[in-house]
């Protein structure tokens, strides 16, 4: 008896670690169409560029410390995550397998060399680092912007779409983090009407991998509150580290000019609902178990 419920529960275990999100089985619902040669390489190339952008912000993390890029590659990761969805889709050989997804490590000689260059470069300054940041989303979007000229199935181009929607994201976040630094950024590869464009227009929503609040409803101890800098210059955030049963979460509740104190302490009990932003949650609600505090975000996000 004990046998089988071990292997029931593995069971479950396995069918939810694999459970597919909303946006990954629409993309494998749409039907397969015949891909032409310059698909195929979009596709491969596509694949190792995003990885470029999450191995040189994972690097540029370890170097500074800035949670902008640690938080920007596990975006990156899922962006190569849906590439590759595609890739098994059509029964393409994936080019990060056969370097083993090494950090650092490419089968295209040409983002090899970019990836060393890059990684140089965002080694050298805090601000040149950020650069780098903004360079690499430079690049991602304009290279989309061909690929989806150059595709006329359905499945792929949603998926390039979505990413290029994140890759807008990405450049608003470096930019903004950078000007707070004292920096800017000029564009390498696409207009500077179109990067004024997105650099003045909001956050765009991407490729959800859930319905409302990214279904991110969790329980947590509070392990501390403090305030960190947002994008904008002068505007701090109070924030709180939350353990959960899987993971300590970083939680952004509120701009301080929102709120002047903030009654939760160390060892409160909360319950979070909100949306992965550029720490590890925004906040769209946050009841207090211990002091019943209760704060819900006005944002657009959240409704």
């Known amino acids: 008896m004990k046998k089988l419920l071990s292997a029931l529960v593995l069971g479950v275990l396995l069918s939810s670690a694999y459970a597919k999100t909303p946006i990954e089985n629409y993309v494998l619902s749409l039907p397969k169409e015949s891909l032409s040669k310059v698909e195929i390489n979009d596709l491969l190339h596509m694949r190792e560029e995003e990885k470029l952008a999450r191995d040189v912000y994972l690097t540029l993390y370890k170097k500074w410390k800035l949670p902008v890029f640690k938080n920007i590659s596990k975006s990156e990761n899922w962006h190569m995550h849906m590439i590759k969805l595609l890739l098994d889709k059509y029964g393409l050989n994936d080019p990060v397998e056969k370097t083993g997804d090494r950090v650092g490590v490419f089968e295209s000689k040409k983002l090899q060399k970019l990836y060393n260059e890059l990684v140089e470069k965002g080694s050298m300054s805090l601000k040149d680092a950020l650069m780098v940041g903004a360079t690499i989303e430079d690049l991602d979007i304009k290279d989309l912007e061909e690929a989806i000229k150059r595709s006329n199935n359905k499945d792929i181009n949603l ?16 930019v903004g983090v950078l000007r707070r630094y004292g920096g800017d950024y000029t564009p390498q590869f696409i207009s500077m009407s179109e990067f004024n464009q997105i650099i003045s227009s909001k956050h765009e929503m991407g490729m959800m991998k859930s319905s409302k609040y990214y279904n991110n409803e969790f329980y947590g101890v509070v392990e501390r509150v403090y305030t960190l800098p947002g994008l904008r210059k002068g505007i701090y955030w109070w924030m ?56 819900k975000s006005k944002s657009r996000r959240c409704k």
């Open 159 to 174: 998926v390039y779409q979505n990413l290029e929607k994140g890759s807008r994201n990405h450049m608003r976040a470096f």
């Open 240 to 295: 709180a580290d939350v353990k959960t049963d899987n993971a300590t979460l970083k939680v952004a509740i509120a701009p301080t000019w929102t709120l002047q104190n903030i009654n939760i302490r160390p060892g409160d009990r909360v319950e979070v609902k909100g949306y992965k932003g550029m720490y590890s949650f925004i906040t769209c609600e946050i009841e207090d178990k211990t002091t019943s505090l209760e704060y």
